[in-house]
């Protein structure tokens, strides 16, 4: 069985902080995204990262795919309160076509 | 810009009844699925479809049915509602050329809470 696995599950900060949420696995991946998550609402997609060892940047985040395509991290710089929310990550399984694993998830908090 | 709706937003049932979460999307997404959302464990996938007449089982698919009729919709339908089925439930679209390769985006709805006494 294919797992994602999120790490910290939970993370307070100060603005104007840095940090780094890590989703890792046994399995390789074909790829990976990253979605973000308000209370309230469904994640929205922040990127997906296909290549191994591929860099992606959104304005503060930086995402990374392993280059075993194992494993992903995103790091925001400069936290601010509005990067507040649920990270998740997730793929495609390899058991069946359409079906996607999501990780346990990143709960952060900036607070201002 | 309607995207994915869900409805109802919140419900409460009685364990034993029966009811169905209904999702309809208005993008043309061939790709629609089925989430619920528990504390610490993510999202996981109850039912998936690729196209009308088309649904397939996900990783928790017990003690829910789902059919595609339409395009447009993909309602979710809980059989005998229990305990354990309390939870967050999320109905997902996307294209279907991209959820193969899993390079797509979800697009979400804004989630059906439910409650089972």
């Known amino acids: 069985t294919q797992l994602l696995e999120q790490s910290p599950q939970f993370l307070s900060i100060q603005e104007g902080e840095n940090l780094t949420v890590y989703c890792n696995s046994s399995s390789v991946f074909s790829s990976l995204q990253w979605y973000r998550q308000e209370p309230g609402e469904g994640p929205v997609l922040l990127v997906t990262v296909v290549t191994g060892g591929e860099v992606k940047k959104l304005k503060r985040l930086t995402f990374q795919f392993g280059d075993a395509r194992k494993d992903s991290s995103l790091h925001i710089t400069a936290a601010q309160p509005g990067d507040t929310g649920l990270y998740l990550c997730a793929g495609p399984t390899t058991s069946g076509t359409y079906k996607y694993i999501f990780g346990t998830g990143t709960r952060l908090k900036v607070l201002a | 810009n309607a995207g994915v709706t869900q409805t109802p937003k919140f419900q409460v049932l009685k364990t034993g009844q029966s009811m169905t979460l209904q999702c309809a999307q208005d993008m043309n997404h061939e790709y629609m699925s089925w989430y619920r959302q528990d504390p610490g464990m993510g999202l996981r996938l109850i039912h998936y479809?690729?196209?009308?007449?088309?649904?397939d089982q996900g990783e928790v698919p017990n003690g829910y049915n789902v059919s595609r009729s339409t395009t447009e919709d993909f309602p979710l339908r809980l059989l005998s509602a229990a305990p354990s089925q309390t939870s967050v439930y999320f109905c997902a679209s996307s294209f279907r050329s991209h959820s193969s390769t899993g390079t797509g985006e979800l697009f979400f709805g804004e989630g059906s809470r439910l409650t089972v006494l």
């Open positions: 479809s690729v196209g009308a007449g088309i649904t």
